[in-house]
């Protein structure tokens, strides 16, 4: 029980490790975030502030690899995520010249109607912006209401946006589709061609693109049916070499 004394409007301010904070400071300038304080000697503090939240910094321990990315972290939620992913990748273009998707610092891929992404900063923090009703339960493997490839389609979209497992959902998908594709519907066997063609992307292994674009563009879609696969990647370009004419 609470003591009438306190009252429920508390403020968390997350404090993550920095191990560069040259780095950290430029990243999330060019994401519009203002710096609220910065001081490097005889300590390191960096305070930054974005829309209502603030992110704070100190320095890193010596045995801290960003690379590993598991150095810290904190949740961020939000009534809707988009916005947010949209904000961010529209600075990093605007600053880089592209969306970072790969390395670090980054910024995790955003699917029309996903409930989080992540932003990961130079020093291998995750930031995670989630959805404050996203659902409190998900099953790994996918949803045992579902059968076939539409499970294995479920399953890879919760690798992917819960667990930011690129490398499990490709290995799920492409084993999924030899077992289910042939007796599945047009559309989920193109929306797992589709994720197999933007994940082969996103991890640099596009030998396969062509064969997939191929079986791709062989699939009888309606236009609903096209307009659900392009939905279903967060860049439908990487799909129009390949996507079949509306029928």
């Known amino acids: 029980m609470l003591a009438k004394t306190v009252q429920p409007n508390e403020t968390t301010v997350p404090l ?3 191990a560069s904070p040259e780095e950290t400071l430029a990243f999330w300038r060019a994401l519009g975030f203002a710096v609220t304080y910065e001081q490097t000697k005889p300590y390191l503090y960096l305070a930054f502030q974005w829309s209502g939240f603030q992110l704070h910094y100190g320095r890193a321990a010596e045995s801290v690899d960003p690379a590993k990315e598991n150095t810290g972290g904190c949740l961020v939620m939000v009534d809707a995520v988009a916005p947010y992913h949209a904000a961010f990748t ?31 900063d130079p020093s291998g923090n995750s930031i995670i912006f989630i959805e404050r009703d ?3 339960e998900l099953e790994y493997g996918g949803s045992k209401r579902l059968q076939g490839l539409a499970r294995v389609l479920d399953n890879a979209r919760i690798l992917r ?8 959902a490709f290995r799920a998908l492409n084993s999924g589709l030899r077992r289910h594709g042939e007796n599945a519907p047009a559309v989920e066997q193109a929306v797992a061609l589709a994720a197999l063609i933007e994940l082969s992307t996103a991890l640099n ?10 079986r791709l563009r062989r699939l009888n879609l309606s236009a609903q049916e096209r307009r659900e696969v392009e939905s279903a990647v967060a860049d439908p370009n990487l ?9």
């Open 161 to 168: 946006e819960f667990k930011n497992d690129d490398r499990a």
């Open 134 to 136: 996203e659902p409190e």
């Open 90 to 120: 529209e600075a990093m273009r605007r600053q880089y010249g592209k969306v970072l998707a790969k390395g670090l610092p980054r910024i995790t891929r955003y699917r029309a109607g996903a409930s989080r992404f992540t932003v990961i």
């Open 205 to 214: 292994e596009p030998e396969r693109v062509p064969e997939w674009g191929a």
């Open 239 to 247: 799909l129009q070499k390949w996507l079949p004419a509306n029928t």
């Open 16 to 18: 993550l490790p920095c």
